[in-house]
């Protein structure tokens, strides 16, 4: 067994107390969560598309960042691959799905924001075949391509009292990650500027800009737009979308000044007392943070996801009404899911176009008469 370096005590309690509560915490609700976005009255929604995207992403954060904890950022490494896939792997595939999850909220203020201020281009946006598949598929390519250096330069050395020690014995080993190596090349420095306008300062940017004019909206009472059948609805989805953005900002704020103003390497850096260690460790639970609270916002503001949360966990075990801003009927499906109380009556309609003996087979839903006073009334 090789040794291990000592680590102080902010160390220690952000990253083998704090951090695995959140992470477990983050776990449970994200995937929760995108149980019941998957569920037949909610998947059917295009905005529900960017919200499933958006819990995945927030999944898979708290699922990368075990490696984080485990190895206290880096600080200990009980085997040259552990301390391999650190160097690699332990950050870059953070970031790929934190910047995933910030260009989907980005795309979601997008949509919201020409809803409100251009209504009628927004539709025939929409209305374009897979818009959201195109653009994660687009976005989850850029997010990967942004940090494929990172994973590639990154390097592990052993630090052993003796020499020769290839096995590390007697020593323990070090990872370096492609944000630690210090880069004296211009393209490298310019690469490093490329690379913190695309994951922070320019989606930050739009969001705020975006999220102003959803503000200004609201304020001015542009949420009637023609096209939305349902205001209350619209303006529910609008107060998430400005809730998510707030957290993101305000979540992420104490990393982005550890990353602009602080971050250099310490020789020190796990077992020294370093103000700018504190900020990092902060930094990086309010960063976890902001994944765990999309839940909260989403339970909190849209009354059909927190219908069906209750119905999945059992605090509600009356039927599901439809989602109250999504039109269309109800098919063969929503009935079968509603269970018993509804039925598929065929009805036989004469056609109104003149022609004698033209029918038509309707199906229709109604109440089963059996139990009809023990379910909710349908939409009308």
Not at 125 to 141: L, S
Not at 230 to 249: D, G, K, M, Q
Not at 254 to 281: N, Q, W
Request: net charge positive; hydrophobic share 45%.
């Amino acid at each position: 067994m090789n040794d291990t370096l000592e680590v102080d005590v902010v160390h220690m309690v952000t990253y083998r107390r704090v951090l695995p509560f959140l992470v477990t915490l983050g776990l449970v609700t994200n995937l929760v969560a995108l149980v019941v976005l998957c569920r037949p009255s909610l998947r059917h929604t295009k905005v529900n598309g960017y919200l499933i995207v958006l819990t995945v992403c927030d999944l898979l954060v708290c699922i990368f960042y075990i490696p984080v904890i485990t190895t206290i950022t880096g600080c200990v490494h009980y085997s040259y691959i552990d301390a391999l896939y650190f160097a690699h792997f332990g950050w870059t595939l953070v970031g790929v799905f934190q910047t995933t999850g910030i260009y989907t909220i980005l795309w979601l203020s997008l949509d919201r924001f020409m809803a409100v201020w251009m209504y009628d281009l927004y539709p025939r946006i929409q209305q374009k075949p897979h818009v959201i598949r195109n653009r994660m598929i687009i976005t989850g390519i850029c997010c990967v391509t942004i940090f494929v250096l990172y994973m590639i330069d990154a390097t592990v050395v052993c630090v052993s009292k003796v020499d020769q020690d290839h096995e590390c014995q007697h020593g323990h080993w070090i990872s370096i990650s492609g944000f630690q190596l210090s880069y004296s090349e211009q393209w490298h420095r310019v690469f490093r500027i490329i690379f913190s306008l695309c994951i922070r300062w320019i989606p930050s940017t739009l969001l705020l800009g975006f999220n102003a004019g959803l503000v200004v909206g609201v304020a001015r009472g542009r949420l009637s737009f023609p096209s939305a059948s349902h205001p209350n609805a619209e303006r529910n989805l609008v107060t998430i979308t400005i809730c998510i953005t707030f957290s993101y900002i305000f979540f992420s704020l104490p990393i982005v000044v550890y990353i602009t103003a602080f971050a250099s390497k310490l020789e020190d850096r796990c077992s020294g007392l370093h103000a700018k260690e504190i900020l990092r460790a902060v930094g990086n639970c309010f960063q976890l943070l902001e994944h765990i609270v999309h839940v909260f916002f989403m339970a909190g503001l849209n009354s059909a996801f927190r219908k069906e949360l209750k119905v999945f966990l059992r605090l509600d075990q009356s039927t599901v009404e439809k989602e109250n801003y999504v039109g269309g009927t109800i098919g063969e499906e929503e009935v079968s899911r509603r269970g018993k109380g509804y039925q598929l009556t065929p009805r036989l309609e004469r056609s109104t176009n003149g022609t004698a003996g033209n029918l038509r087979l309707d199906h229709s839903v109604t109440p089963n008469p059996s139990i009809r006073n023990t379910m909710l009334e349908l939409d009308p």
